[in-house]
């Protein structure tokens, strides 16, 4: 490990490329302007916003973007971007040490700034059970739509919304925790308004109901050779597999994922069902 002289020129470090991490830079490099600020990512874009727009008092529309890291630095020219990965900090000593293409180094620092965001709580550790953060993750799913049947989605917040809108194509389950759904964005009387839609699509009109201490087993299709049943339970631990997440998905994911573009024709023509278990928790996760 070679830790470097030049280390100390960086006083101000941010942690992560998505827009938290991206707006900071900026404001600490408008606020310092004699001074550089080093941004840390270990992509080659990062997330911007831009155009933001007041529509009403309380309503107000917010451009978000993903960028290159070339482009970006044209821009702002007192934010030098490093394509590193994070492998430690010692708070003590002030110093995060980096691993990148040449080896490892320490950066030191006077003002940290940790943006790399959350990771979802998997069911399990499985190919079949996939978390929604980033581009790299919808990419992901998007290859497996191809051949899906069903699919099981678990959470209420606005990637699960859309997500939803989306699959008309094959059988959803869909499993909340709450009594109604978007209780992230409105209230219920405001959820009902988006229900006819959804009952369109459920069979028979039909939703799944339970008290809030039930629970769900979701039981995966069964391979013809598989004898035994293997049971993943539930983890909130972080996978080795999800070590090196991407920028978190902004709010035109689904646009720039390009779904329904990329699946094929027969698959777009298939026609789904939807249905709804309200205050509902996964726990455990069946494979046979």
Not at 110 to 133: E, F, M, S, W, Y
Not at 143 to 162: K, P
Not at 238 to 251: D, H, I, K, R, V
Request: charged residues 20%; negative net charge.
């Amino acid at each position: 490990m070679q830790s470097t002289g030049e280390a100390n020129a960086f006083k101000r470090v941010v942690i992560g490329g998505g827009v938290a991490g991206v707006c900071c830079a900026q404001e600490l490099a408008r606020l310092h302007l004699g001074s550089r600020v080093i941004l840390i990512c270990e992509g080659r874009t990062v997330v911007e916003t831009s155009s933001l727009f007041r529509i009403t008092e309380h309503l107000e529309e917010l451009s978000v973007y993903e960028r290159s890291t070339d482009s970006f630095k044209f821009d702002n020219p007192n934010v030098d971007i490093q394509h590193c990965t994070v492998t430690g900090v010692d708070y003590e000593k002030q110093e995060i040490q980096v691993t990148d293409k040449d080896g490892t180094r320490l950066i030191g620092y006077d003002q940290l700034c940790i943006a790399t965001g959350v990771r979802p709580k998997l069911i399990a550790d499985h190919p079949n059970v996939i978390g929604l953060r980033d581009l790299q993750s919808v990419e992901d799913l998007v290859q497996r739509l191809r051949s899906a049947r069903r699919v099981v989605v678990v959470g209420n917040g606005g990637i699960a919304l859309e997500l939803i809108h989306e699959l008309t194509f094959c059988d959803v389950d869909w499993v909340v925790k709450n009594n109604y759904i978007g209780s992230a964005f409105f209230d219920a009387s405001a959820s009902a308004f988006i229900m006819p839609t959804l009952l369109s699509r459920a069979a028979g009109g039909e939703f799944s109901t339970a008290s809030a201490n039930n629970q769900v087993l979701y039981k995966a299709p069964a391979p013809e050779q598989a004898e035994t049943c293997v049971e993943h339970t539930f983890d909130t631990a972080t996978s080795e597999t999800n070590s090196a997440p991407g920028c978190g998905l902004g709010p035109e994911w689904l646009a720039k994922a390009g779904l329904r573009s990329s699946l094929p024709v027969e698959t777009m023509q298939r026609a789904g069902s939807l249905k709804i278990h309200y205050e509902q928790a996964v726990v455990n996760f069946m494979e046979r």
